[in-house]
RNA sequence: GCACACGUGGCCUAGCCUGGAUAUGGCGGCAGCCUCCUAAGCUGCAAGCCGAGGGUUCGAAUCCCUCCGUGUGCGCCA
């Protein structure tokens, strides 16, 4: 229920009056102005052809033709824009209202049932998350949390990738390299312990011919379906699975579901696609090897074909990807994939032979750019990487020093637990408060920032709020929202009003990084209310100002939870 | 070479899809605010040819073209 759309309902239709009286019926955009300087605006600057005159006269004219508004309690014209105020009373009637009525699910779209397949981190079990990957799971984690809060019904998936050359080698090193010849492990958990073999294993591969030749004979082997092979890379994988959804977990990412690529091998349907797409007119052979020739399809390049067998007739991972895509589509009404902008070309290619394949439909893609370090990009060869589970320790001690600067008064777990919420909500927030399409230089400065536009600031001002409530002590009876007049009240309830649209921003328009903003507009709204409004010596206002109180609690509970953060009650 | 993205005060960023009033916030800087609900807060000041140039339009940060800069891709890798 979105409390601003009867007002403008009503803006609508009286313009739609007054512009008829004025011999026009053309259609007209109803827009909020950004300056603030009315609630609801309607620009005259299009009519001007229609009616051959000038916009501010015709702005004019048309508010002088509005029929009477009971929502409504000023509309003027300026500057060629026809302006509306809305009621003061009846916002806060309808907002509060909308809110106490909702509670944790004000903002919420309505339920559409529409089966949305969210894929998001599938990262190479290989090593442990790293910074610059991280994007990836927390766009997808809280694009998968906006969608639901709109009415979409999202399952996320994980593709794991347990097939090819990467994992084969750490599995290989995992049996031949002995403990004591690796570097020292800087953690304590499953993929931190693997990461060492893989490390170590690629450097004996490029050195010795014999651990290389050892390699390729694993390799071929599991190409071949060895079901022993096989269900050693798998188990290796699903080791160092472990402690990547450690991590995840860590940021409060959880996925419904995983799905392995070696499946696709298995069941025979990666099989099926290079059958299928042999018999299309655009496939031709090079020395035994299958491609697609995609120029005709608008491909660009040094190469314009698309490899979808080896020599061998083994399966690339493309192949397999689209068997996948397949599957995907008997599974969801909309399938949406979170990828690095390195994947652009290989979807580009992917939607064309499925298009081939007769498919009608094809993955929407998010695609973010990569999250490269001051010195440069990120590699774990080069050990220039930062990883995700640093990164969140270092947020959480950095968050630790600061509750115990403010509260001496808390016990030591009490204050690990508020720690933990900033820590890892401020690398959350701060991931996607940009837009994932922006490169992102990663400095611990910003990524720790836990002031101005951050996550403790919005679960500061949750906690403030609870603060309130907890000192108030009982609740009220009927609360009358007129008592609301003051500019920070009426500010802080217009605020309120919007969460609705916001939430079809994120959520329809996949525009997450709405909701951080919006988080701190709220934020900011209610600590100047806070810093100017007494409340709890409110006197006569005092019981009304705390219904303001605990409406904003609940949207700012809202806005944390669907970006995946939690609302501390005391900080 | 070709293709795709990005370029907004010293730094980071919103707005671009769907053109409209004075371009959104934050960090940093400067100056203020705690006998009163948590100062992770609040107030004020300084700081912008919205990468450059052209076009479309009554009107362009927003749409189109060219150029410059940066990133990414163009494997019988995954």
Redo the contacts with the bound molecule.
């Keep these: 229920m979105d409390p601003l759309e009867k007002f403008e309902h009503q803006v609508r239709d009286a313009v739609k009056i007054a512009f008829e009286r004025l011999g026009t019926d053309v259609p007209f955009?109803i827009?909020v102005?950004?300056?603030?300087?009315?609630d609801?605006?309607?620009?005259c600057?299009?009519l001007?052809?229609v009616l051959r005159k000038a916009?501010p006269i015709i702005a004019e004219d048309a508010a002088a033709k509005l029929p009477p508004m009971d929502l409504v309690s000023r509309s003027w014209a300026?500057?060629?824009?026809?302006?509306f105020q809305v009621d003061d009373r009846q916002l806060s009637m309808a907002t509060l209202g909308a809110i106490f009525d909702m509670k944790s699910n004000y903002g919420r779209g309505k339920v559409s049932g529409t089966r949305v397949l969210l894929e998001h981190t599938s990262v190479?079990p290989t090593g442990p998350i790293h910074v610059g990957r991280a994007r990836n799971p927390i766009i997808g984690d809280t694009l998968a949390r906006c969608m639901r809060a709109y009415g979409y019904d999202v399952t996320t998936e994980y593709y794991v990738?347990?097939?090819?050359?990467?994992?084969v080698l750490l599995t290989w090193g995992l049996e031949n390299i002995p403990a004591d010849k690796l570097s020292p492990v800087d953690r304590d958990k499953a993929d931190h312990r693997l990461v060492v073999y893989y490390q170590r294993a690629n450097r004996m591969m490029e050195d010795d011919p014999e651990v290389a030749r050892q390699v390729g004979h694993m390799l071929r082997r599991f190409?071949d379906g060895d079901k022993e092979v096989m269900a050693k890379v798998r188990r290796t994988a699903k080791l160092m699975l472990e402690g990547i959804i450690e991590s995840l977990a860590s940021i409060n990412v959880v996925i419904d579901q995983f799905t392995w690529?070696s499946g696709f091998i298995e069941d025979g349907s990666a099989r099926t696609v290079v059958e299928r797409l042999t018999r299309s007119e655009h496939c031709g052979q090079?020395?035994?090897?299958c491609?697609l020739e995609l120029k005709p399809f608008?491909?660009?390049?040094?190469?314009?074909?698309f490899?979808f067998?080896?020599?061998?007739g083994?399966?690339?991972?493309?192949?397999?990807?689209m068997a996948y895509h397949l599957d995907k589509f008997s599974r969801a009404d909309r399938t949406i994939n979170i990828l690095?902008?390195?994947?652009?070309?290989?979807q580009?290619q992917l939607a064309i032979a499925l298009r081939l394949l007769g498919q009608e439909r094809v993955p929407e893609c998010v695609?973010y750019?990569?999250v490269?370090l001051p010195e440069?990009?990120m590699s774990t060869r080069k050990g220039t990487v930062v990883y995700l589970d640093d990164l969140i320790e270092e947020a959480e001690e950095r968050?630790l020093e600061?509750?115990r600067?403010?509260?001496t008064d808390l016990p030591g777990d009490r204050m690990l637990e508020?720690?933990r919420a900033?820590g890892r909500g401020?690398v959350r927030y701060n991931i996607v408060?940009?837009?994932p399409?922006?490169?992102?230089?990663f400095?611990w400065?910003?990524a720790l920032?836990?002031?101005?536009?951050?996550a403790?600031?919005v679960?500061?001002?949750h906690?403030?709020a609870?603060?309130?409530q907890?000192?108030?002590g009982a609740a009220r009876g009927e609360i009358d929202p007129s008592v609301l007049t003051n500019e920070y009240e009426l500010k802080l309830i217009r605020v309120l009003a919007r969460y609705p649209s916001v939430v079809r921003?994120s959520g329809e328009?996949q525009?997450i990084?709405?909701l951080p903003?919006y988080g701190?507009?709220v934020?900011?709204a209610f600590?100047?209310?806070?810093?100017?409004?007494?409340?709890?010596?409110?006197e006569e206002s005092r019981e009304a100002?705390l219904a303001l109180?605990d409406a904003t609690r609940i949207v700012l509970a809202n806005v944390l939870t669907t970006l995946g953060l939690s609302a501390?009650?005391?900080?």
């Design positions: 955009d827009e102005p950004s300056t603030g300087i009315a609801f605006a309607v620009p600057f299009p001007a052809k916009p300026e500057r060629g824009y026809l302006n190479n990738n347990d097939v090819g050359k990467q994992v190409e690529e090079d020395q035994g090897a491609y608008g491909i660009h390049g040094k190469e314009t074909r490899f067998t080896r020599a061998d083994t399966t690339l991972y493309t192949t397999r990807d690095g902008e390195d994947q652009k070309l290989g580009a695609f750019s990569f490269s440069g990009r968050a600061e509750v600067k403010r509260r508020i720690a900033i401020a408060r940009v837009q399409e922006k490169p992102l230089v400095k400065e910003d920032n836990f002031e101005g536009n951050s403790p600031f679960q500061y001002a906690a403030r609870c603060s309130i907890r000192k108030a921003e328009k525009r990084q709405a903003a701190h507009e934020a900011a600590n100047q209310f806070y810093t100017y409004v007494p409340v709890l010596k409110g100002r109180v501390p009650e005391e900080m």
